[in-house]
């Protein structure tokens, strides 16, 4: 496996791979990679006859007072999982490679980026939109593989792909849970044992609005008192948000149809974590 650094190298390896006839899969991931990343990249490799990994902590989707500085970084490992699930090359660029010095373009995905986590976290999805925008032009990718831990970000970036005509399509993969139903996230290693028993909240909440549906309840006051309940349970946990939307524009709804994104994201301790469900 290679490692490249400069987007001239991913586009060349690129397009050599294309020339040769190859179908060429793209997964972006800001390292410290773990099982849920794994499957992107198996995903990738199985879909794909060449498969690019990046790892590239975007300074510009993170706050002011967010942890940029502090996000895990273990890019050596990063490399071995990637190799061993079936990565061609590793991109990993520097930022002023991403960002040239002056740097003053961004993508902003209107009436989206502002929703759920845009909502909580201004500009961070003009971060997302910007960094994806400069990764797929650079890699020419047939295939990206995303996945639905981020549903919103899937949501603007689906958005953006449309409004753009990028040529690269968006596939999307299943969220990788603990055995205890955590979903794995690389932030999950701020939590404390305390803490990340506090965090099984947020997917029992899920469950509980899952089985809810189960039972025909579709009705969105009586799925959000569920989730409250199970949330509120739990001290030491803040909500960020509950929020029943259209999967497609993030647009709130009333009562969930096939499809409908559930979604939570809560603070524990100085960590915020989210999960979700696309219900049946
Ligand atoms: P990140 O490195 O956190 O930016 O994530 C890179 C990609 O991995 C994104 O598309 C995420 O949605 C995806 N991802 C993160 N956690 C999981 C998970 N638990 N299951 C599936 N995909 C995930």
Not at 38 to 51: G, K, M
Not at 151 to 166: C, I
Request: aromatic residues 6%; hydrophobic residues 45%.
């Amino acid at each position: 496996m290679k490692i490249l650094h400069t987007v001239s190298e991913l586009r060349g390896w690129s397009r050599a791979a294309r020339q040769e006839g190859k179908l060429v899969g793209l997964v972006p991931t800001m390292g410290a990679l773990h099982a849920g990343h794994a499957s992107l990249i198996r995903a990738a490799a199985e879909r794909c006859d060449a498969v690019a990994v990046t790892i590239f902590v975007n300074p510009t989707q993170f706050g002011p007072n967010e942890d940029y500085a502090r996000y895990p970084r273990t890019f050596e490992a990063d490399c071995a999982l990637a190799e061993a699930e079936g990565a061609d090359v590793v991109f990993a660029p520097a930022v002023e490679e991403i960002y040239p010095e002056g740097a003053t373009t961004f993508v902003e995905v209107e009436g989206l980026s502002d929703r759920l986590d845009g909502q909580s976290r201004p500009g961070h999805f003009r971060g997302v939109a910007t960094v994806v925008t400069k990764l797929f032009v650079a890699a020419e990718a047939d295939l990206a593989f995303f996945g639905q831990k981020d549903a919103a970000q899937v949501a603007v970036l689906r958005r953006m792909v449309r409004d753009l005509r990028l040529g690269t399509e968006i596939v999307v993969c299943p969220i990788v849970r603990e055995a205890d139903g955590l979903a794995l996230s690389s932030r999950n290693v701020y939590l404390n044992a305390e803490q990340r028993r506090q965090a099984l909240a947020l997917s029992r909440a899920i469950g509980a609005v899952e089985s809810l549906v189960g039972h025909g309840r579709r009705d969105r006051e009586e799925l959000f008192e569920a989730a409250r309940a199970v949330l509120g349970a739990e001290r030491g946990l803040r909500v960020d948000y509950i929020a029943l939307v259209d999967w497609a524009t993030l647009q709130p709804v009333e009562t969930a149809a096939p499809g409908t994104l559930f979604a939570v994201a809560a603070w524990v301790g100085e960590t915020r974590l989210i999960d979700n469900a696309i219900l049946a």
